[in-house]
């Protein structure tokens, strides 16, 4: 185990700890949406139950409401007691509460056990999070981030895949997807060490967030804020677009999966071109190019209803978000302190969830009200702002 610092981007592959960081990174994408090809199945086979449709549907988003409350905490315990042993702990109880619908006999106690995976993925998301920029920085950590996405990206759509494949058997096999990450602790045991920043300054006990000041706190809350309402607008597709392809005269089900999987895969490639990429045009430069990207498909899907046109303006709204998120990560980790960096980690985790649920509850009462055209062409219109202030500080500060 090791607690060096890197700064070279071309080390970063060489180093196992990336790799165990990289799967670590794969979990978080797979809480949600590994069991949604079941959904159906659970639904019938617990029929018995009076509210079986409600409670399955809500399997899915289930993690999600228990990270929104615990990322924080699980951040202040990442910076008081270590990120190794969170990290460990988080894979482990990934792993037995994901599970845990293989045998769980009726569908409470399952969506009981979903709830309580959202608290492996709060300790998950903030433990790597904090690690990689205890681990690394400058070009490393720029090249990293990216890989993160690539990560999520990749891991998401083999790990859905694979559900799928075991969903047509059973619908409680895909549950056992959740239990791979038991393979992953070997490796973190072995790779991950306690960063020398903790071994040597643990934080300060008595310290709380508000006698730091707001040099830090100011700053991450408003980029929190950012990637907060980017996730929400992201969102408009998995959560809408199978009503959209509907409403247009497609089947919802394969069309669905070409579209999200092309975008999942544009996104996945993308991403690991980041690092060569904010190194050029820098932080603010990649927030322009990759929300103008974005703007470009979210109006290509709001501007023709031709399959090949959506198919286009998913790739490019994949490719856009794949160059945005890494930089939360990077710029998040730059600004908080080293012994900040557990917390700092869960307020962003937080911000991701929370656009998540935002998504569809802003988005559905307006496509009720104007269409899914105007609703995807108001989208367009919120990220090219973005995209033209990023671009506007960009010009100014070079």
């Known amino acids: 185990m090791s607690s060096e610092m890197i700064v070279d981007r071309g080390a970063v592959l060489s180093d196992p700890r990336a790799l165990a960081l990289l799967f670590a990174a794969s979990l978080t994408t797979m809480a949600n949406a590994t069991i949604s090809p079941a959904l159906g199945g659970l639904s019938e086979l617990f029929a018995d139950h009076p509210n079986a449709r409600f409670l399955t549907t809500l399997l899915v988003p289930a993690p999600s409401l228990t990270v929104i409350f615990c990322a924080p905490l699980a951040g202040l315990a990442v910076d008081c007691f270590g990120r190794r042993w969170l990290l460990l702990i988080g894979i482990l109880l990934f792993a037995i509460t994901g599970s845990a619908g293989l045998y769980l006999a009726d569908l409470t106690s399952i969506l009981v056990s979903r709830l309580a995976l959202g608290l492996a993925v709060a300790m998950i998301m903030t433990a790597q999070t904090a690690l990689i920029g205890d681990y690394y920085e400058g070009s490393a950590l720029k090249r990293l981030a990216g890989l993160q996405v690539s990560a999520r ?181 730059t600004i908080a302190p080293a012994e900040r960096r557990g917390v700092a980690g869960g307020i962003l985790t937080t911000s991701v969830f929370v656009g998540q649920i935002v998504s569809p509850f802003a988005t559905t009462p307006m496509i009720h009200t104007v269409g899914y055209a105007w609703t995807y062409a108001a989208a367009a219109g919120l990220v090219l702002c973005l995209a033209m202030a990023s671009g506007a500080i960009a010009l100014l500060r070079r």
């Open 153 to 333: 990206n990749f891991g998401g759509f083999t790990f859905i895949t694979l559900a799928g494949w075991l969903a047509a058997t059973s619908p409680r096999l895909p549950f056992a997807v959740y239990a791979l990450p038991i393979l992953l602790l070997p490796l973190v045991w072995r790779t991950v060490a306690e960063p020398a920043i903790r071994r040597g300054r643990a934080a300060p006990s008595g310290q709380s967030l508000a006698s730091l000041g707001e040099k830090w706190i100011g700053p991450i809350m408003r980029l929190a804020a950012l990637q907060m309402a980017t996730t929400a607008l992201f969102f408009i597709m998995p959560t809408q677009l199978p009503f959209l392809l509907d409403a247009r005269g497609y089947d919802s089900a394969s069309g669905t999966g070409i579209v999200l999987g092309a975008l999942t895969l544009a996104g996945g490639l993308a991403a690991l071109t980041y690092s060569r990429v904010s190194g050029r045009i820098g932080a603010i430069g990649a927030f322009a190019a990759g929300y103008l990207l974005m703007a470009l498909g979210f109006a290509g899907l709001a501007s023709s209803a031709q399959f090949g046109a959506m198919l286009a303006g998913a790739i490019a709204i994949g490719l856009g978000f794949a160059l945005v998120m890494p930089n939360f990560v990077t710029l998040a980790l």
